[in-house]
């Protein structure tokens, strides 16, 4: 089974841009889709971004679109998501996934989260 570590949550400003990581080991992560989802606590967690096994198809969520970037690195089992003109609504834990079988974005889309290896979180706070 796949773990999956993330990193570089902080506390930023609006307007700032922040990249986070997520690290891979055992399994075969470098096959299969993988994505980001965020979640405020008291609400339900929600699709951020996905990238395809091979990283030359991304899908995001409308609240995210044209801000933010994901992308993966299949040699170093990285994944990392790029977040550009933040703003206190993206204040959230950070999650990296990834599908346990399939290799579409829009399999992790629809992925239900049973089907999926979740990392531990990052929180990102984002200060008006």
């Known amino acids: 089974q796949v773990q999956l570590v993330e990193s570089g949550g902080a506390l930023v400003q609006t307007g700032d841009s922040l990249t986070l990581s997520c690290a891979a080991s055992g399994g075969s992560f470098s096959n299969y889709a993988m994505g980001w989802f965020r979640q405020v606590p008291g609400k339900e967690r929600e699709f951020v971004a996905a990238?395809?096994?091979?990283?030359?198809?991304?899908y995001y969520a409308d609240s995210v679109k044209g801000r933010f970037t994901v992308s993966r690195d299949r040699t170093k089992h990285t994944a990392s998501l790029t977040m550009n003109s933040l703003n206190p609504e993206d204040t959230a834990i950070y999650y990296c996934a990834a599908s346990r079988t399939g290799t579409s974005t829009t399999d992790m889309v629809q992925a239900p989260p049973d089907n999926l290896n979740w990392g531990q979180g990052t929180q990102v706070i984002v200060s008006s």
């Open positions: 990238i395809n096994w091979s990283g030359h198809a991304t």
